[in-house]
Structure formats: structure tokens, C-alpha cells
């Protein structure tokens, strides 16, 4: 059973940085895709980023140029770096791995942009 789990999540001032860690059981290269999505209290759960297998990267409209996604396959992780933070960030963030037609989740870590 795949299992992923995130790190890194906590509570930082507007304008700044964080970077999450997400750790596979298996090579992230195992995986179709790896993506984080995020999801605010009361709202859908939405994409932040994405990398292929491939190394393509895809990002939400909302965090362009402001976060980016980068795999490290030696260390079985996929990393969001997140700089700019801004009080709408605030989010549970989720880690995602794409299997085909189906996916495995991490259980998620919270982000808090607050003064």
C-alpha cells in the first residue's frame, strides 16, 4: 500500500516562506504524476501544483509565481516550496500521487498565514 505523508505546515507571517515535504514508500518516479492541492475551510479542495513523471510542472492561477513544485527521486520526496505567503493561502495542504486511473493521498498538513 502506497503511502505518502506530508511535513512542514505551519503558521507564518504574510510575505512569507515555507516549504512542505511529502514522503512516498516508493520511488515518485512509480507515479503517473504527483501533485499538492489545498483545501480552505468551506471551500472545494483545489490543485496547487503538479509534476509528471516527465518533469512538467503545472501550477494553480492562484499561486503562479509565487510557489514552486520540484521532485527529488533519491529521497522518494516531492517538495512545495511557497514563498509570499498570503492570509488566503491558509489551507490544509494535501499531497497526491496519480496510479493510473486511480490515487493515494496523504493525511495533510495545515498552513496558517496570520499576523
Known amino acids: 500500500q502506497v503511502q505518502l505523508v506530508e511535513s512542514g505546515g505551519g503558521l507564518v507571517q504574510p510575505g512569507g516562506s515555507l516549504r512542505l515535504s511529502c514522503a512516498a514508500s516508493?520511488?515518485?518516479?512509480?507515479?503517473?504524476?504527483m501533485a499538492w492541492y489545498r483545501q480552505a475551510p468551506g471551500k472545494q479542495r483545489e490543485l496547487v501544483a503538479q509534476?509528471?513523471?516527465?518533469?512538467?510542472?503545472n501550477y494553480g492561477d492562484s499561486v503562479k509565481g509565487r510557489f514552486t513544485i520540484s521532485g527529488d527521486n533519491a529521497k522518494n520526496r516531492v517538495y512545495l516550496q511557497m514563498n509570499s505567503l498570503k492570509p488566503e493561502d491558509t489551507a490544509v495542504y494535501y499531497c497526491?500521487?496519480?496510479?493510473?486511473?486511480?490515487?493515494?493521498w496523504g493525511q495533510g498538513t495545515q498552513v496558517t498565514v496570520s499576523s
Open positions: 497526491r500521487g496519480g496510479l493510473g486511473a486511480s490515487a493515494s
Open positions: 516508493r520511488s515518485i518516479f512509480s507515479f503517473n504524476d
Open positions: 509534476i509528471t513523471s516527465r518533469g512538467s510542472t
